[in-house]
């Protein structure tokens, strides 16, 4: 059984991951993981897109990023990059709250021509990759969404003392037009707003 005394546990080593467990009661805590994307690797996988799509799936919710070919009517290629609900909910719904208004405004009078997915070709292959948290940058007209991945077992380690940091993974950079963003913020909205209901509150994580 815990020590209900016990105090909270800061981790933050020298890399840019600070873990915080904050103890609610005998068996359950609170994780609060900060990153500092300032010192962060920028990831050496690049993809430029001008298509996205935002999809459940069995295991949580996929961001898809493609790239037209043959005008609006074919995909030349798609990569898929797969979240848990929770950090979805975290890393793409709650940090991406302060961005809407603002992505909304530069991308006003400039808006893409619709496309359907539905009338797109299906692709025979598809690079899918799985991340924890993003980090995004928006200027006039291009944005940049770097993702990167957190391992369980860093934190897991962390916690119970055999490393005294946690690894943040690089993943892939993805570069898109600004409204290009504001129809990803625009599709996310359904999503975040339905995981609010789980994880809306501090979400309790058990020993």
């Known amino acids: 059984m815990r020590n209900p005394k016990q105090k909270a546990l800061e981790i933050s080593g020298r890399g ?11 068996t359950t805590a609170t994780l609060e993981i900060d990153v500092d994307y300032s010192t962060a690797d920028v ?18 919710i996929a961001l898809c990023f493609g790239k037209l070919a043959g005008g ?9 990059i797969t979240w848990s609900e929770e950090h ?17 405004n530069l991308s006003r009078g400039h808006e893409l021509n619709p496309v359907a997915p539905s009338n797109l070709r299906t692709l025979e292959k598809v690079q899918t990759f799985h991340v924890s948290t993003v980090f995004i940058s928006v200027m006039a007209s291009e944005a940049v969404l770097d993702f990167y991945y957190i391992s369980p077992g860093d934190v897991h380690h962390a916690r119970t003392g055999r490393k005294n940091s946690i690894d943040l993974n690089p993943v892939i950079r993805v ?3 600004t409204p290009l963003l504001n129809e990803l913020l625009q599709q996310v909205i359904p999503f975040g707003e339905l995981l609010e209901k789980e994880y809306g509150n501090d979400h309790k994580t058990a020993d």
């Open 43 to 60: 990831p050496n996988l690049h993809y430029d897109a001008d298509f996205c799509e935002v999809l459940r799936t069995r295991t949580g």
């Open 72 to 80: 609006e009517e074919n995909l030349r290629s798609k990569i898929e």
């Open 175 to 177: 570069s898109i037009s």
């Open 16 to 26: 840019p991951v600070t873990l915080r467990v904050l103890p609610r009661d005998e």
């Open 88 to 104: 979805f909910y975290r890393g793409v719904w709650v940090n991406s709250r302060r961005l809407v208004e603002t992505v909304a």
